[in-house]
């Protein structure tokens, strides 16, 4: 099933085609449907909504029969019966021989799931644990390639990226490094919570990646990140281009670093805030 609403996005019924866990607190889920052929992106960092069921239920709550009203509709449906939304970004896109969507890998942190952890998991890191095969889901995703939710967009001119990304920018980050091509010089920073999240990046461009692990324990604006990218030196360049992803503190204080002690202009610097530290995607939203 595919439902229009805002162009160019579009709603996917989707069910889960398997998992696998990348390391003690990330796992991959593929998923596929039927109208999955619907779905284009460039890829990259694409952003997309993800609406999953409570405990109990066979499929996520929302009210798409309202047409263009969903939205309000869902929101007003009681908190134990509403479809709980997160935002993710696309890991990667699998085609058919005619460029047809024909299935999807999103990677999910699952905060709070590993042993000895003291803060409790999200609704969304749950349902990612336990996830099996058959299990049903609601995309909002991009029917249109080249779209707003894209937001590594490098100009031609640059002649070297600079990348940080927590965990939760991990997906984009290495999906964008695997997408760039021969002869691209890069220097990326990425952030993750246990050494075995450490991941091989099958990356053809001329790539420095340095993972730092965090444990969490850092004070907020993760001083590790801004200690790292002010220890470590970079290429000599002229147009240089800067994706930072992941906590908001902690993007704007990398971005001060950047245009500030850098001197990159701040046209050629993208930053994005997944996530902001105390707050759950639901209080997040409220503040839009």
Known sequence: MTTAVAAPFRFFSLQVTGTRRLGPSLVRIGFAGPGLHAFASHG???SLSLFLPHPGQDEPAVP???GDG???GWRELPDDVRAVMRSYTLRARHRDAAGRTTGIDIDFALHGTE????????PASRWAARARPGDRVLLLGPAVADNRAIRFRPPEDTDLVVMWGDETAVPAATAILESLPAGTRVRAWLEVRHAGDVQDVACRADAEITWLVNDGSGAEGSPMALGALRAGGLPAAERPYVWLAGESGCVRALRRHCV????IDKRRVTFVGYWRRGLTEEQLRAQE
């Open 260 to 263: 500030g002690e850098r001197g």
């Open 44 to 46: 990259r960092d694409q």
């Open 64 to 66: 798409l029969e309202l």
């Open 115 to 122: 042993p000895g952890t003291a803060a409790p998991a999200g």
């Open 70 to 72: 969903w939205w309000q």
